[in-house]
């Protein structure tokens, strides 16, 4: 087996290799990030929840603005693209390891952190696609996610020890996260650009894509939901240190490397319609844990419901691929397809800087932070009800091969 797998990916597209490469690099900057990034905050500046809810607003003004930056460099190919997004998000973790207690400079460092991930967003779907044929986008799509969580394994496991050995030392985990992303850039420099690029409008906002806009507008919300106030329970309310995420990043990282890959042929062989309403039924079940666990007489094992939450949260953040998938097969022309993630990622950041200032300053801090769970299963309920109206050209959802092409 291990002979057959090694042979797969020594016939592969040596693109394709380069890419999981870089995926890997930005994938363990981006797991030191959300490891650490909660306790850094609560450890150095001692916020609220508001105030915790409120930073999110200018943390995803650049995911808001992302369709504007990319647009700007509509003349670049979506690697070179990629490139400098990888070296910003290492700039922005070099940063956040030298700038202390210093609030203008955290703020600073995180927004430029921001832009460059996700400026790097919607190049790296549009890359992994890119390098499949038309029914491969799942498994392309599948195998992206798999490089990245088998980072975040790495990450989780670097954290640890990092804490283990030296308390919670976040400038050494910033300073290593940049340097990963710095690695990832190079990688990026080093793949092909086409002879001919691909000519990507500026913005893209078609009548024809209106399921998919509502899709990554609820998407926001979902996220940053669980992105901001799930980890925040852990460490207001149950007091969890940085090494408590680092073991479930760890746990879920394992388990994401097949999930992953697991995922993308699901796509391809489910269609992009079931996919999404699996994830939607499950969130439902997900928030109402995490907001009314306390009050099911679990006892010392609360935490661990909760702790079975956040990781399967985490792998479900991999169905982003099967909007991205939908939006491939409906696009009008192969152009359309990075411009209109993009702007799904400028959509759903719009409800992204607004929901965690709502959630924190007039739920959690007024009622209780059960109401920020019990709203997002609203959320989650509207989420499966969209997706199920998810429909696809017929014919296009053949299962994909098995194998890595020789040449992508």
Known sequence: ?????VGKFKNADPQLLLFLLAVFGLGMA????????????DDTFHISAGTRGWLEFPRELPGFLVA????????LAETRIAMVAAFVIGLGMLGLGLAGDQWTLMLVFTIAWSIGQHLEMPMRSTIAMDLG??????????????????ASLVSGLFVWIIIERFGANYTITFVAGAAMAIVAAFVYARMAVPEQPRQRGKLVVRKKYWLYYV???????????????????????????ASTFAKLWMVSAVIGVFFQQ??????????????????????????????FAGKLGLGRYTVWAL????????????????????????????????ASLTMGISINHAVSMVVPWVGGKYLWERFGYQWVFLAASGIAALTTLAASLVRT????????????????
């Open 133 to 150: 044929t038309r029914n491969q986008h799942g498994r392309r799509l599948g195998q992206s996610s798999a490089a990245r969580v088998g």
């Open 30 to 41: 981006n797991g030191i990030f959300q490891v650490t990034y909660n306790n850094y905050l």
């Open 393 to 408: 050209p017929d014919g296009q959802e053949e299962s994909a091969s098995d194998e890595l092409p020789a040449g992508g």
């Open 215 to 241: 899709l990554c507008t609820l998407f926001g919300a979902r996220k940053q939901v669980f992105l901001t106030f799930a980890p925040w329970v852990l460490v207001k309310i149950f007091g969890e240190p």
């Open 68 to 75: 504007l930056l990319a647009g700007a460099m509509f003349f």
């Open 1 to 5: 087996m291990i002979t057959r797998t």
């Open 262 to 291: 697991g995922l993308g042929d699901l796509i391809d062989r489910w269609g992009e319609r079931r996919v999404l309403m699996a994830d939607g039924i499950i969130l439902i079940v997900l928030c109402l844990i995490y907001g």
């Open 307 to 338: 702790y079975a939450c956040y990781i399967l949260d985490q792998l479900l953040f991999g169905v982003e691929n099967a909007r991205s998938a939908y939006l491939a097969k409906i696009a009008e022309t192969p152009e359309d397809v990075s």
